[in-house]
């Protein structure tokens, strides 16, 4: 991998992480475009980690905010704390009995821009949805988790699906993106150490340390970039405006890749 591809790469993984378009679809079809072998992990765990800090910057306060307010015993932060936990449970079961399953089954760039296509027609759902509620209840955090779960299905957008979810349960926008960003903290710190075990392993990559510092910065500052974007995007309504990009993605790869 050159400098320009990890640099690429981490462009895409950390702006799509956050945006409504599916990270892992457009790794996916950017690997395939590219003609790069997905199979080395190395890459993925920096891309990925340099991510999570981008969400953890971004978010300091209100994760400095849950923290005390849970050592205060703050019954508000306890029970966002609380639907954080239950949220990330569906994404963890189906992660560790399915994930090889569903990998192997939606690898193909052909099956990930259909995927694409069924994300755009979510997002679309919501251009005259609105809210003013929070994330405050099981129902409403289970079926958030849920909806994130069902992202591990390349092509189908985790903070697309999650936001989307919360507001069709009514949950004020900026809410719903701040317990989306939430949400994946965990999922991204339990995929980026499974990655870390294969490493472990001896799934060992050839790339560069300057190559994966490339593709870390990227996704970084790519990852502050995009969170900061979107929350923006969703003060103003307009998180259907990404059903657009999905469509026009979905159908180039279909085009692209059919066979």
């Given at each position: 991998m050159t400098h320009l591809e990890a640099a690429l790469l981490g462009l895409i993984q950390g702006l799509t992480e956050f945006l409504p378009v599916s990270s892992s679809g457009h790794l996916a079809l950017g690997q395939a475009l590219l003609g790069i072998d997905p199979g080395d992990v190395t890459f993925e765990v920096i891309v990925h980690f340099g991510t999570l800090l981008a969400v953890i910057t971004v978010l300091r306060r209100r994760i400095w905010g849950l923290i005390t307010g849970v050592l205060r015993l703050e019954q508000e932060a306890?029970?966002?704390?609380?639907?954080?936990?239950?949220?990330?449970?569906?994404?963890?079961?189906?992660?560790?009995?399915?994930?090889?399953r569903l990998t192997e089954i939606f690898a193909d760039p052909f099956v990930v821009s259909l995927m694409l296509i069924v994300t755009g027609g979510v997002l679309f759902s919501?251009?005259?949805?609105?809210?003013?509620?929070?994330v405050d209840s099981v129902p409403r955090g289970?079926?958030?988790g849920v909806a994130q779960a069902a992202a591990i299905i390349p092509g189908i957008s985790r903070s697309g699906m999650t936001i989307s979810i919360g507001l069709w349960c009514r949950v004020e926008a900026g809410e719903a993106a701040a317990f989306s960003f939430l949400l994946s903290i965990p999922v991204i710190a339990g995929a980026t150490a499974l990655k870390i075990g294969g490493l472990a392993s001896g799934?060992?990559?050839?790339?560069?340390?300057?190559?994966?510092?490339?593709?870390?910065?990227?996704?970084y500052a790519s990852g502050v970039f995009s969170i900061?974007?979107?929350?923006?995007i969703l003060a103003r309504g307009?998180?259907?405006?990404?059903?657009?990009?999905?469509?026009?993605?979905?159908?180039s790869g279909i085009i692209a890749f059919w066979a």
């Open positions: 306890l029970i966002t704390s609380f639907l954080l936990l239950l949220g990330t449970v569906p994404a963890v079961v189906v992660g560790l009995l399915f994930e090889d919501t251009r005259s949805l609105s809210g003013e509620g929070m289970l079926i958030i799934v060992v990559g050839s790339e560069s340390w300057s190559v994966l510092a490339v593709g870390a910065v990227m996704a900061r974007w979107l929350i923006g307009e998180l259907s405006r990404f059903a657009y990009y999905c469509w026009a993605v979905g159908l």
